[in-house]
C-alpha cells in the first residue's frame, strides 16, 4: 500500500476522530476536544488523549499515551484496538469503517458506583484486566526475555499487576505479588475471564508461592489470543509454549487454552481450514491432542500435530536455540505455511 494512501485514509479517519473513536475505543469517553481512554487497545482509563478536532498543536486523529509514551493515527487506533497483523487488514477495516453509517450512539447505562464484581466471575476478570497496565518495561518482560521469548508484538491481552492479590488457602492472610495478567476471551474478542501467573519482583522466575498460577471466570472454551485467526491458527496450552513457537512463526495467529484440558475444547473460527496442535510431552498433553484433532476433523478442519524435541517448545527455544526451533517447526508445516508464515525468517 503506498505511503500517499495510507496518508490520506488517515486524513479521512481524523475528519471523523469522534465516530472512530466511539466505535473503536468505546471504553473511553470524549473530554472536551479529547478522546480519553486507557490505551490503543481500548483499555478503560485516562492515560490516552485522542485530538478530535485541528488545534495549532496538530491535526484530529493523532494520540498520545502519556503513561507509555507511544502515539500515533487512527490507523494504529484500529490495528491495535482490532488485533491486525497486516496493513492490508487494516486497509480494508479502515475502508469498511468509512463506508458504514453514523448513528447517534445509545447512552451507556449508568453504573452503581462501588459494586463489587462477584469473587471469580467474569467481570471480576474484566476489572482485574482493566487495573492493569502494558507489560513493556516490567517485570513481565524480563520474565518473558529470561525465557527467551522476545517476540511480543500483538501480545495486547497481556498485562501487569504489580500488586496483585494472591491467598495460599482459604485461611491464610493475603500477600501481594506482582503478576502477569493474561485476559482470556471469546472468538469475538470479549473478555471471559483473566490468568494470573505470579512472579519474583525482578521478574527473574516466578515468585516463591504454592499456586503460582491461578485463572478466574469462564475459560471453556476459550483463550488468550495472539492475532486475528482466519483460515490458519495454532493453538496450545502453556502461554510460554505458545509464544516459543510464535518466536519462530510470528505472523501465524495463536492462542493458548492454559490447560489440557481447555485445549481439548477450545473453540474455532467459523474461517479455520487447517489447525496446527502445539502439544506438550507429556499423557494430558497426547489426550488433549487426540480428542482436539477428532473434533477439528468432524468439522472438516485439517489438524496438525507440532512436537517439541524437549517436554515442551519453550524449553527447545532456550536450550536448542532459535534456529533449531524453526528448523524442527519448518518440517511439520504445511508446504504452503512454509512459504507463507516462514520463508522470511532469519
Known sequence: MARLDASDLATRLGREAEAVCRHYLDAGHRQGNYWQV???????????FVRLKETMNGPAGKWTDAA????????????????????????????SFLSMPRPEPAPAPKKRPGKPAPSGSAEAARRLFAMSKPITSTAVET????????????????RFNPHCYYRPDDHGPTETWPAMIAAVTDLN??????????????????????????????????AVRFGIA??????????????????????MAMAAA????????????????????????????????????????????EAIVLSPVREDFNEDLRHLGLDALRANLRGQLAPQDVARFMALAA
Open 38 to 48: 486507557g490505551d490503543v487497545r481500548n483499555t478503560p482509563g485516562r492515560s490516552m
Open 68 to 95: 507509555t509514551g507511544e502515539h500515533g493515527d487512527l490507523l494504529d487506533v484500529i490495528r491495535e484496538s482490532c488485533g491486525l497483523i497486516d496493513f492490508a487488514d487494516v486497509v480494508d477495516e479502515a475502508r
Open 143 to 158: 520474565y518473558f526475555r529470561t525465557r527467551g521469548i522476545t517476540a511480543l508484538h500483538g501480545t495486547g491481552n497481556l
Open 189 to 222: 474478542g470479549r473478555i471471559t475471564g483473566a490468568h494470573r501467573t505470579w512472579l519474583a519482583p525482578d521478574g527473574i522466575g516466578k515468585a516463591p508461592v504454592e499456586t503460582q498460577r491461578k485463572a478466574l471466570g469462564d475459560l471453556l472454551g476459550h
Open 230 to 251: 482466519s483460515e490458519v491458527m495454532a493453538a496450545g496450552e502453556g502461554i510460554e509454549s505458545v509464544l516459543s513457537v510464535r518466536q519462530a512463526i510470528p505472523d
Open 258 to 301: 492454559l490447560s489440557a484440558s481447555h485445549l481439548a475444547a477450545i473453540l474455532f473460527p467459523g474461517t479455520l481450514r487447517r489447525l496446527y496442535v502445539i502439544r506438550d510431552n507429556d499423557p494430558a498433553g497426547d489426550s488433549a491432542r487426540d480428542r482436539l484433532i477428532e473434533r477439528a476433523s468432524a468439522l472438516g478442519i
